[in-house]
């Protein structure tokens, strides 16, 4: 039964320690070079076009 809660314990920290990395906008932000972001309804009939 100690195994079971240790790696239970285990688990949960790990995946507490990793919610805060997930949940970051930064990359958000970021836009590739060279490649057309489309923004506004003129920029989408360019790509569709």
Known sequence: MKK???KL???S???IG???MSCK???L?????GKL???KTADYDL???
């Open 29 to 33: 932000e970021v836009t590739p070079k």
């Open 47 to 49: 790509i569709l076009n």
């Open 25 to 27: 906008k930064d990359f």
């Open 4 to 6: 079971v809660a240790k």
């Open 37 to 39: 972001i489309a923004q």
């Open 18 to 20: 990793l919610v805060p």
């Open 13 to 15: 920290l790990s995946i």
């Open 9 to 11: 314990v285990i688990l």
